[in-house]
């Protein structure tokens, strides 16, 4: 500690935004982290609306992922294969969903590296050395990926930087809380937005709690109109009746026996005995405060950009607006592509690289707009048919795996390590048979569908217009 102390003041790091009190005192830490992370968890579970909006970004962000091994080497199938055993092993795919839907709803997650220790390494590894002089392979290490409760996780930290953090456990009423301290490279903290100066991440859910609360009190006041609320679905106003005279009590036999279960509720009642003014009562069978309900919705998606058309309950106004040119969905999906790339720059510093030697990559499962990917596809495939070509004129071919990688758009690099020698082949000369007609170079990249249905909105417009003559009118 005294010797980080020093190394940070020679380095002259520039100081954390925290009072004295908050950077000096863990359990000053612990109260102001632990405590908003626990009630906005809480908000966010008990709310549908947010519940389902949190679920679908953080499947958004989860996603597919491949690995691609660091260096280009005999053994980076070998590495990548250890790396997709590793995770069908310890269900991975189903911890990441759970770290990223943490970090959203409480604004930071943590994920716990679990490991063999290094007495336990050392011998391991000293007995496949035995058998094999060259063995470096360290992957054995890693046992297991758990993701820690975010609600019970505080960031220990100093005047300059995080030093560790610890986990803490209520008691029972009365019973002591039970902490445990957790080292810092063993643990990986993920934050999507941290604000400048702090280490605890923030999640744009802190600006809404009391919308979240307001949403409960919505349901609640359902709740008990549908339960305890007794709406009576007429008025009986008799004139110059007395509550004391037989007749009254005559009236009030008749109504009693009328409303009595079984009886027909829709039926002509004939009252006698004095003048009645009958009044229906306006009944309220729709949802109360919908619009309200609605608009908090929307305004809880549009806090993580979330697309209104991918929402199940929102305003008329944003149902009605239309988004012709895919904007909103471009911008969510460029947010969405950010965070995966936080996401997976700590996975491979922290764990996949120092201890697999591969990459974790996101696979991109938005196409913006399926005519543009289409062409891009094209373009791809015509400067590989370009290149292999010059390639074949100098005894040169690609690597399958590289074809392969460039086909699908995983990786359009090039290197002379991506080559091979090859036969020697003559450059082919295109041809004007090879050239794409107006029509289908107008058309290309749309489906057989697509095509139809323009053409035949074509013929329908020269129904009413004509066929056009080049002349504006």
């Known amino acids: 500690m005294i010797l980080d102390n020093f190394i940070q003041k020679k380095e002259q790091k520039p100081l954390l935004n925290y009072v004295y009190n908050q950077t000096n005192q863990p359990f000053l830490q612990e109260y102001y982290q632990i405590d908003r992370k626990r ?3 809480y908000l966010v579970l008990r709310s549908p609306e947010a519940t389902s909006i949190v679920d679908g970004h953080a499947r958004d962000i989860c996603g597919k992922f491949h690995f691609e091994p660091v260096n280009e080497n005999s053994s980076g199938k070998i590495k990548v294969n250890r790396a997709k055993s590793f995770v069908e092993k310890t269900l991975y795919k189903k911890q990441r969903l759970a770290w990223i839907k943490d970090a959203l709803n409480t604004g930071e997650g943590f994920m716990f590296i679990s490991e063999l220790s290094k007495q336990y390494t050392d011998k391991i590894a000293g007995e496949f050395r035995r058998i094999d002089p060259s063995f470096n392979d360290m992957s054995f290490r890693a046992r297991n990926l758990n993701p820690i409760a975010s609600t019970t996780v505080a960031i220990n930290h100093n005047s300059y930087d995080v030093i560790g953090y610890t986990q803490t456990l209520l008691g029972t009423s009365g019973g ?9 490279n063993k643990v990986m903290h993920l934050t999507f937005d941290t604000p400048a100066g702090k280490v605890e991440g923030y999640t744009p859910l802190f600006s809404v709690p009391l919308h979240l609360e307001l949403l409960w009190l919505l349901w609640d006041n359902q709740y008990d109109f549908q339960v305890k609320g007794n709406h009576p679905d007429l008025i009986v106003m008799a004139e110059m ?10 009236v009030q036999s008749e109504l009693s026996t009328y409303n009595q279960p079984g009886n027909s509720k829709h039926g002509t009642l004939l009252l006698t ?24 919705s929307s305004l809880v998606g549009s806090l993580f950009h979330y697309p209104q058309s991918r929402q199940s309950i929102k305003t008329e106004e944003s149902a ?11 911008f969510y999906y460029n947010i969405v592509e950010q965070k995966q790339d936080m996401m997976s720059d700590l996975e491979n510093q922290m764990f996949w690289i120092p201890y697999f030697g591969v990459r974790i990559v996101q696979d991109k499962s938005y196409k913006h707009d399926q005519i543009e990917e289409g062409t891009a596809q094209q373009i791809r495939i015509g400067n590989l048919n370009t290149l292999t070509q010059m390639l074949n004129a100098q005894g040169k071919i690609l690597k399958e795996q590289k074809l392969i990688d460039v086909y699908n758009g995983i990786d359009t690099t090039f290197s002379y390590g991506d080559m091979k020698d090859g ?6 000369k295109s041809t004007m048979n090879n050239q794409l007609s107006n029509s289908d170079a ?19 417009r020269e129904i009413s217009d004509g066929k056009p003559n080049g002349v504006s009118r």
Do not use: C, W
Request: glycine share 6%.
């Open 39 to 41: 009630r906005m968890h």
């Open 176 to 184: 002591q809380n039970y902490d445990k301290t957790l080292p810092k």
């Open 241 to 250: 009746l007395d509550r004391n005279k037989n007749a009254f009590n005559k």
């Open 273 to 296: 005995g004095d003048k009645f003014n009958i009044q229906q009562l306006e009944r309220m069978d729709s949802l109360q405060f919908k619009e309200v309900g609605m608009f908090i």
């Open 320 to 330: 009605k607006a239309k988004d012709s040119t895919g904007g909103n969905e471009k």
């Open 423 to 428: 036969e020697l082949k003559s450059v082919a």
């Open 442 to 460: 107008m058309n290309q990249g749309m489906n057989r569908n697509d095509r139809t249905d323009k053409r035949n909105d074509e013929k329908v």
